[in-house]
């Protein structure tokens, strides 16, 4: 069976940090683009992180450089995203993601997510 799951969501206080994982089952990871996209509610959707299946190259949103970090475990078959120095605009759902192509911090060309973990700053 094919899925993508995340975790590692929950509260966080401004300043702090947070990790996600997405684990992947069914496929591997890195014949695809993976990446991070992020969505909350009357806001806009927001490809945060693409690692790119070509020669593993990351790129990030400008919203968000800086302050994460995305990296996949090959062996393991699971994809991360480090987030530190987290503003309370950061709350969001964050899906994991698959492309065929980073288009900048959106993995693009495929249509397929994981169902999202929330990530909540607040003090």
């Known amino acids: 069976q094919v899925q993508l799951v995340e975790s590692g969501g929950g509260l966080v206080q401004p300043g702090g940090s947070l990790r996600l994982s997405c684990a992947a089952s069914?496929?591997?990871?890195?014949?695809?683009?993976t990446g991070w996209i992020r969505q909350a509610p009357g806001k806009e959707r927001e490809g945060v992180a693409c690692i790119s299946s070509a020669d593993g190259s990351t790129y990030y949103a400008n919203s968000v450089k800086g302050r994460i970090t995305a990296s996949r475990d090959n062996a393991k078959n699971t994809v991360y995203l480090q987030m530190n120095s987290r503003k309370p605009e950061d709350t969001d759902v964050y899906y994991c993601?698959?492309?065929?192509?980073?288009?900048?911090?959106?993995?693009?060309?495929?249509?397929?997510w994981g169902k999202g973990s929330l990530v909540t700053v607040s003090s």
């Open positions: 069914g496929f591997t990871l890195d014949y695809y683009a």
């Open positions: 993601a698959l492309g065929t192509y980073c288009s900048g911090g959106y993995p693009s060309g495929m249509d397929y």
